[in-house]
């Protein structure tokens, strides 16, 4: 059975937690798309691991870990990530598996990728710096370079200076940039070859020969809906289809393979990066979310941009995705706040807008058409049952079941793995 878990908002909506809370009960943990950019915080007796590209599952000695095809692969970032973990008694060896046509982050993506959102200008996306964009283009530009030609010494050599052709060029006459050249990023990334080659399988015939012998598998999405390439708030989108769907292209497993589908939602929204944000709210309860939530970027550290849950977007979400449930995070960041309000409707030019707008300018510029409902003040990081939670903090969770008509099965009350409450 294949179980997918996708964000439904701008991503850093706690789905490290949640999929290392549901790994426990799973065989193998699948990441689809993304890369470096992600941040998945796990918090397991009092440290803190975040994640980049290793699946939020490996603090789990049993578990089989898989980077899929729709990832892109930065080696440096892998292995720092590795190197990190074993040092802290958790060894990924014979369990961490990487998809040969994956495609690799190699440094000079990283370097375009900084130089081309400074050249955006007013347009800046705000990107993470880490060649995500940079790496999908060359991809769908059919110049990138797949792990299995990288382990290929002549073939990887040939592809980079495909590669960096046009590249160097522009380095030169554009940006005024030192070029790179071939040889050299040859040399620095010849100490992955081995440890890469260790880890290399043909993922999609893996997944689907476990699928057939009734194991689970977790597929992990990365950023969330609203950061996906072609459903979210375009051009301040990440490069990569971060939707349920993603899962199927990702990892070479047909629809048909997925059972369930699991959203999740912070009870509040935060986005980092630019980009239109129509419940943002640059005040004092914002301030309030970004400290109580430590709303700070796990990958860059940025502070995130805070504001009200909005349901327009989420209820897309809940359709694009085809969410058979909903995982609501960060409850108790709301405790102490007098009047919690859900954004029901967009307002622009005299219509009313109950579904999320594709126009930039509607989403840029709409009011917003809130609910207000009352709050509690009560501590609730120690409740483990959904009874006890103050009614309130069950209204504001039951109206938002019934706006989205997505029941909310788990709501966590604080970062470690035992602050869940399963309904
Ligand atoms: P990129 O993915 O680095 O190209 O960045 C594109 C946009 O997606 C920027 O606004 C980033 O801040 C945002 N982004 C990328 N990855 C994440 C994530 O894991 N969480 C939240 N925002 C992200």
């Known amino acids: 059975m294949v179980t997918v878990v996708v964000g439904t908002q701008w991503g850093d909506e706690g789905k490290g937690k949640i999929i290392d809370y549901l790994a426990g009960g799973m065989d193998i943990i699948a990441r689809y798309q993304g890369g470096g950019n992600a941040g998945h915080t796990v918090v397991l007796e009092d440290k803190k691991y975040i994640f980049h590209l290793v699946p939020s599952g490996i603090l789990y000695p049993d578990k089989i870990c898989v980077i899929g095809n729709g990832v892109v692969v930065d080696p440096v970032s892998l292995f720092e990530e590795i190197d990190g973990l074993e040092k802290n008694g958790i060894s990924v060896e014979d369990r961490l598996f990487i998809a040969e046509n994956a495609h690799m982050t190699l440094p000079y993506h990283k370097i375009l990728d900084q130089i081309e959102d400074r050249f955006r200008g007013k347009g800046a996306l705000g990107t993470t710096g880490r060649g995500i964009g940079t790496t999908y283009a060359d991809k769908f530009n059919r110049i990138g370079i797949r792990v299995v030609d990288f382990l290929e010494e002549d073939v990887f050599m040939e592809k980079l200076k495909i590669a960096l052709e046009l590249k160097n060029y522009l380095f030169r006459e554009y940006y005024k940039e030192e070029m790179l050249s071939p040889e ?142 909903l995982v609501m995070t960060k409850l108790d960041v709301l405790t102490g706040i007098e009047k919690i309000k859900i954004a029901v409707a967009y307002e622009f030019d005299g219509r009313r807008y109950k579904e999320y707008p594709f126009n930039t300018k509607v989403f840029l510029h709409c009011d917003i058409v809130y609910e207000e409902m009352d709050g509690w003040s009560e501590d609730i990081s120690a409740i483990r049952s959904y009874s006890k939670l103050p009614v309130n903090a069950r209204r504001y969770i039951e109206r938002i079941e019934e706006i989205l008509n997505v029941s909310i099965r788990m709501v966590s009350v604080g970062s470690s793995r035992e602050q869940i409450i399963v309904r």
């Open 184 to 325: 050299r990023i040859y040399e620095e990334t010849k100490i992955y070859r081995g440890r890469i080659k260790k880890m290399v399988r043909d993922v999609h015939r893996y997944l689907n020969e476990e699928i057939e012998d009734g194991k689970d598998i977790l597929a992990e999405g990365a950023q969330g809906t609203f950061l996906d390439i072609d459903f979210g708030t375009y051009p301040y989108v990440t490069a990569s289809n971060c939707i349920a769907g993603g899962a199927c292209t990702g990892l070479g497993i047909s629809p048909k393979k997925i059972s369930r589908i699991i959203g999740v939602a912070k009870s509040y929204t935060t986005r980092v990066g630019m980009g239109p944000f129509p419940t943002e709210l640059n005040n004092s309860e914002g301030d309030f979310l970004r400290k109580a939530g430590g709303e700070y970027g796990a990958t860059t550290g940025r502070p995130r941009r805070c504001g009200w849950f909005d349901a327009v977007l989420t209820r897309f979400a809940a359709s694009v995705n085809g969410l058979d449930e």
